[in-house]
Nanobody
């Protein structure tokens, strides 16, 4: 069972930046896709960004395109989310997730096929 631990959340002013990290314990390979989701108060958990573990194919939800960058360091078994030009509406608990198997990329970006979640890290953007 893959375990995920997020870090890097905090309080930042609008326009600022944060980098989230997700440490992965367990072996990932070409069958895996990893991603970031977020859940704002009173809202559902939604996909933010995703990346295939070996191929590097990426996905971003429209609201973060041009501001957020997802990356992974296979050697360190860590995934990152660089968040720039933060807005108050980015305030949420951010979770990392991993999906496995055939079609994991297409499943994860639709919120499915996920076999492990982190516990989340809170990002608060003040106006």
């Amino acid at each position: 069972q893959v375990q995920l631990v997020e870090s890097g959340g905090g309080l930042v002013q609008a326009g600022g930046s944060l980098r989230l990290s997700c440490a992965v314990s367990g072996r990932l390979d070409s069958s895996n896709t990893v991603g970031w989701f977020r859940q704002a108060p009173g809202k559902e958990r939604d996909i933010v960004a995703a990346i295939t573990w070996t191929g590097g194919t990426t996905y971003y939800t429209d609201s973060v395109k041009g501001r957020f960058t997802i990356s992974r360091d296979n050697a360190k078994s860590t995934m990152y989310l660089q968040m720039n030009s933060l807005k108050p509406e980015d305030t949420a608990v951010y979770y990392c997730a991993v999906a496995t198997g055939s079609g994991s990329y297409y499943k994860l970006i639709r919120g499915g096929g996920i076999n492990s979640w982190g516990k989340g890290t809170l990002v608060t953007v003040s106006s």
